[in-house]
């Protein structure tokens, strides 16, 4: 008799312990959290850890090294609210309805039935922040448990709220979204880049123009080279606040259950970047790490979107999507793999910038070629507001310059319905 008791209670303790663990294993799911870092303007190989050897990125360097790097990732449209708003909902801008910016009379917004990444994680009882920049609407489809007011070019304040959040969202998973305004110009005099306000805590970083990468694109000026320093100084500037909020989340203890990203919203704000579908307006940096990635400092040449953002957040975290298909897909299982099948092409989408900035194009790109449909080719492209301000722009109008970078200034204004490029010939 006794020893069918002690059976039984031995049963009962098994039981009780197989409960408990299995209710560890599901907290320590439920507890996935995600750091999202978004840079503003920044062409994808303007880090250190993506060629350039003059840009001082020593923070991004690291965590490229602790984490994957994507060599082909892009936004679906190079133009700021609507890159973000792909970010936020995991559809593209003809799908979401966040065609352009939503800011003034441009008034674009999200359709009301779209639900956002934050929507979903603050459902499943995440905690949800965004600090800085969004230039995403309606507020009401970004609920959040945290937005300080701070200036997004004031990267120690980023870093101080940051950790303010963290310390906030006590035992619970959270989704902190970090937009930065750098390395977005600064001012429309001159040539529109470089730090014009100190923020006490960060160390200025002087560029020689003389020294700086002047892509393929854009013409070898004085004026291109001397933005292109105060870009670089702006880089460095961003570098330095994301290097204090990976310590202020070290310092958290949450940094081991924690999926972090960085990414740009799309590449520069010089024409044939900004509203374009060539590559320094769509490919971006994508740097990310996850705590559970066995192989540290790969390289992968997975092709990937900000389609597929939302769907690798939602696998990270194990919350359900919205009830309407998402386009992308999750990303995850190919965090270790150099050469992975199946990630060969990306589609991409744009119609506005600002609202009298029309010109819808669609894209699909391979590694080695891409195709660009510009539905509305019969019209002259109109260039948006932040290209028209830049001194690279300027100059070429007051010199009237027959070509800009390899490309003639008639086809960049006039192009063709259908643009064919191989890529290893004509990059």
Known sequence: MMRHRIGRRAAAALCWLGLVASCVMADAAERRSVLLLVSDNQNWNDCGCYG???????????????????????????????????????????????YGHPQHYHN??????????FALLKKAGYSTGLIGKSNVSPPEQLPLDYQPAVRAYDVVSMAREAAEFFRQAGDRPFFLLLGYHDPHPTSRAGSGWGIRRQYPGVRPV?????????PSYLPDRPEVREGLAGYYQQITRLDQGIGMVLDALERSGKAGETLILFTSDHGSSEPG????????GVRVPLIVKS???????????????????????LDWTGVPGPAYPLPGRSFLPV?????????????????????????????????????????????EYPLPLDTIERATWRGVVRRGDKTIGRRSVEKFLFRDPLELYDLEKDP
């Not at 002087?206 to 002047?214: A, R």
């Open 52 to 98: 350039n050897r003059v840009v001082k990125t020593p923070h991004l360097d690291r965590l490229a090294a602790q984490g994957v790097r994507f060599n082909y990732a892009f936004a679906t449209t190079a133009s700021c609210g609507p890159s973000r708003a792909v970010l936020f909902t995991g559809l593209y801008t003809h799908q979401n309805g966040h």
């Open 108 to 117: 674009f917004h999200l359709r009301p039935e779209v639900q956002t990444i």
């Open 206 to 214: 002087q560029y020689d123009p003389k020294t700086v990468i002047v």
């Open 273 to 280: 970047a900004m509203a374009n579908h060539y590559d320094p």
């Open 291 to 313: 705590p559970e990635q066995k192989q540290r400092g790969l390289v992968t040449d997975a092709m990937v979107t900000f389609a597929d953002l939302v769907p690798t957040i």
């Open 335 to 379: 965090l270790e793999e150099r050469h992975p099948a199946g990630w060969d092409e990306v589609y991409l989408s744009h119609v506005f910038h600002e609202v009298q900035t029309y010109y819808p194009m669609r894209t699909i790109r391979t590694r080695r070629y891409k195709l660009i449909w510009n539905m509305a080719w019969r019209q």
